[in-house]
């Protein structure tokens, strides 16, 4: 059994001291772990598949350098390939999922400078109907708003929408950010 595997069905998510000296000694052979997890499941939506992401992030913090990037790039990707379709079929806890994530831990974004390729999958979040402002999905639309308010290009898409939306759900928030 593979030890990412072993990780995500062990609740407890620790490790024997064995097992944490081979993925020290052999990262490589844990990063396929990780790339092969990420490609079999490029297509899962469900709830349990998102918190097992949560869960072996939360598991392999900053403090296991390669593997920890490994996992970022992986999730990076997944989220990008996946979100559009996540929006299509309306999987508002899944979107609120991922959203979170990078609100929290800024870390999963490859690319501290250019996240220009986010910005563009997750701006139609936006213009999504909301039942009220504490849905999943207004609240992931908050969060999208907080993570791009700093960046030059997010700062366009969030005036692009004031411009194009007629129902303004977000401006005050928007309005607050670009203060």
Same mark, same amino acid.
């Given at each position: ?17 064995? $097992?944490?000296?081979?993925i ?6 844990? +990063? ?18 998102? !918190? ?22 992986? !999730?990076y ?5 996946? +979100? ?8 508002? !806890?899944? %979107? ?10 800024? /870390? ?7 996240? $220009?390729?986010?910005? +563009? ?8 109907? +909301? ?5 999943? %999905? /207004? ?9 791009? /308010? ?5 700062? !366009? ?18 309005? $607050?950010?670009l203060?």
């Open positions: 059994m593979s030890i990412l595997i072993k990780i995500i069905e062990n609740k407890t998510l620790s490790l024997t001291d064995k $097992e944490k000296k081979y020290e000694k052999y990262p490589e052979k844990f +990063i396929e772990e990780i790339n092969l997890y990420f490609q079999d499941l490029s297509t899962n939506y469900s709830d349990e598949f998102l !918190f097992n992401i949560v869960n072996v992030y939360h598991f392999f913090s900053d403090d296991y350098g390669v593997i920890s990037e490994c996992f970022h790039r992986n !999730f990707s997944y989220y990008i390939d996946n +979100i559009s379709k996540m929006i299509s079929c309306r999987y508002d !806890f899944g %979107i609120y999922t991922l959203i979170d994530l990078f609100y929290c831990y800024p /870390a999963f974004f490859p690319y501290k400078n250019n996240n $220009e390729e986010f910005i +563009i999958k997750t701006y139609p979040i936006l213009f999504l109907d +909301i039942d009220n402002m504490s849905s999943y %999905i /207004a609240i992931a639309s908050i969060r999208f708003i907080g993570i791009i /308010a700093n960046d030059i290009k997010g700062k !366009f898409y969030l005036e692009r929408y004031l411009n194009e939306t007629k129902d303004n759900n977000y401006e005050e928030y928007i309005l $607050e950010e203060e």
